[in-house]
């Protein structure tokens, strides 16, 4: 299969125009989260949200539709939030999940999910895994 860059590979009407309503839209519901609201203003000055936004619809068209706009290195920036918590990225996911169905519906949302749910799983790992949490007992401990 030949993938061509800025072409929806899923058929589910993702284009760089509901990208970018998609990331204001949900954006616009984090600013006014009671929890997650707090910590994105302590990162992101208002007057540098839409340089963020932009950063945002760059990182969601390089990976739905493979345009490779987004260049990036976002983990240590991540890594660098101290009041986030583990359970913020379920809040994070069902804000972009309800963004998602409520401008295109369940197949459009799903496609975006997919990314979504990997992106997350993977910034909760670096923030928060603990090896020790699942280290092997010593033999005949219980």
Do not use: C
Not at 68 to 78: A, I, K, T
Not at 85 to 98: A, M, N, T, V
């Amino acid at each position: 299969m030949q993938i061509v860059r800025g072409i929806d590979p899923t058929g589910n009407g993702i284009d760089e125009t509901r990208i970018e309503q998609l990331v204001r839209g949900f954006y616009a519901k984090i600013r006014v989260h009671e929890r997650l609201g707090p910590i994105f203003a302590e990162r992101i000055a208002d007057d540098d949200w839409e340089s963020h936004l932009n950063r945002m619809m760059d990182f969601w068209s390089s990976l739905m539709l493979t345009t490779g706009r987004y260049s990036g290195r976002p983990m240590p920036l991540h890594l660098a939030l101290k009041s986030v918590r583990p359970e913020d990225f379920d809040i994070w996911l069902k804000l972009f999940e309800e963004t998602a169905l409520s401008m295109g519906g369940e197949s459009f949302a799903a496609a975006f999910m997919d990314k979504a749910r990997r992106v997350a799983t993977s910034f909760k790992y670096a923030m928060f895994f603990d090896p020790a949490e699942i280290a092997p007992r010593p033999a005949g401990s219980a």
